[in-house]
């Protein structure tokens, strides 16, 4: 009655285990899971996931990506993108949306491109100034005089 | 027109039941042939390339896995069509390829659905369907020509699949590609730790400073690095069964 939602392991196409170490241009058109150290570039039209245990020193490129780990590099994520509380990016990002969570570390330039135009921007300089009256000085303690009662 | 390759070991007293039915089936189905059992003194390949200008169309291996494997390197430049009729064990390519034992197999060579398989190329002259397999721990695999894989830890075993049942863990589906898989094991504290990558790709170039022993799990066949494996995409025809485990 109820679909599972869980991807099953025919939907991973790729998983770099924390036992090897990838050097290069790493494309493919499944799912990326990584655990272990890439050199190079990711590039994916599907999701990546990079786990706590990663070293990425690369360009990233994926639809959605969920990071945990560490990279080193500029992201670039059409869709949805989150860091969580272990993930340390040092590298700018380009995202459609992004879930940071408390604690991940993120040393670089964030964008995110919108389709719709901006609000334009009110033409204050037409407006004429609001002109602020002269008026006179209130008066201080000072300057009033005291009157001393005589016995 | 059908041929029949029996293996030598069905001479073996244990399979002669099993064997008089199977002919029995063929000849009541009447896709009965000329049969000729293997072995070390006939040149088989000659043998068969006589009998493919002779007109045969389609050979019919009688036997195990091994034996398949073998007529598969023989066959993989005849343009024939493979059959299998699987008696005795190992048979794992028969299952993945929907074929049941003895004279049952006999139905699915008279329903002949044909399907076009790939098959991996190892140095330009072996050839494997399911899988080859080998230890490497300080190996470096070239995968596509695109980039490199190294070995981090020791303890690694490493499969190269083409052709793997549906249901298994991390399948190889018939897509063209071959899947790479590492293995590695780590004792952690009394514990064993197992950690699995998963790779697709084309084309493999597998080097190591020492020279490593692989072994083609279909035949029991063993080649030494380097290696240098690539996919042939639909080249064999082989007769399978509906119940099919791949993709």
């Given at each position: 009655m109820f679909k599972e939602t869980i991807p099953t392991?025919?939907?991973?196409?790729t998983v770099i285990g924390p036992s090897v170490k990838v050097e290069g241009d790493f494309v493919t058109e499944g799912n990326i899971i990584v655990e272990g150290t890439v050199c190079g570039s990711i590039k994916t039209s599907k999701n990546l996931k990079i786990g706590p245990q990663a070293k990425i020193f690369a360009n990233l490129s994926a639809a959605n990506a969920l990071i945990s780990g560490e990279v080193q590099g500029n992201i670039n994520v059409s869709g949805k993108m989150e860091l969580t509380s272990s993930a340390k990016i040092f590298g700018d990002i380009k995202t459609g949306s992004m879930n940071m969570a408390t604690g991940a570390i993120l040393n670089g330039k964030c964008q995110m491109p919108d389709n719709k135009e901006k609000t334009a921007k009110p033409e204050f300089s037409k407006q004429n100034k609001i002109e602020l009256k002269n008026e006179p000085p209130l008066p201080t303690a000072a300057a009033k005089p005291i009157k001393v009662k005589k016995v | 027109m059908y041929y029949y390759l029996y293996d030598?070991?069905?001479?073996?007293k244990k399979y002669i039941n099993t064997l008089a039915k199977t002919e029995t089936k063929l000849t009541d189905m009447g896709i009965n042939g000329k049969i000729n059992r293997l072995s070390f003194l006939k040149n088989i390949p000659q043998i068969l390339k006589e009998e493919v200008n002779q007109g045969v169309k389609t050979i019919v291996v009688v036997g195990n896995d091994r034996t398949f494997s073998q007529i598969i390197n023989i066959a993989i430049d005849l343009n024939v069509v493979l059959a299998y009729i699987p008696?005795?064990?190992?048979d794992n390519i028969a299952k993945i390829l929907g074929i049941p034992q003895g004279e049952e197999a006999c139905h699915i060579l008279s329903s002949r659905i044909i399907d076009k398989l790939d098959i991996a190329e190892v140095n330009d002259n072996n050839y494997f369907l399911t899988a080859l397999e080998f230890c490497g721990d300080h190996t470096t695999i070239n995968c596509d020509d695109s980039y490199f894989i190294n070995m981090e830890h020791k303890n690694n075993l490493i499969t190269v699949n083409n052709l793997a049942a549906k249901?298994?863990?991390i399948n190889g589906t018939n897509q063209g590609q071959l899947t790479l898989v590492i293995c590695s094991r780590q004792k952690k504290l009394f514990k064993l730790k197992e950690n699995f990558s998963v790779f697709k790709c084309q084309k493999l170039k597998i080097t190591s400073p020492q020279s490593i022993p692989a072994v083609?799990?279909?035949?029991?066949k063993i080649i030494k690095t380097p290696l240098e494996i690539k996919i042939l995409r639909e080249k064999i025809k082989v007769i399978v069964g509906k119940k099919r485990l791949y993709n």
């Open positions: 392991t025919n939907e991973i196409e | 030598s070991y069905l001479t073996d008696i005795g064990q190992p249901n298994k863990s083609m799990v279909d035949e029991k």
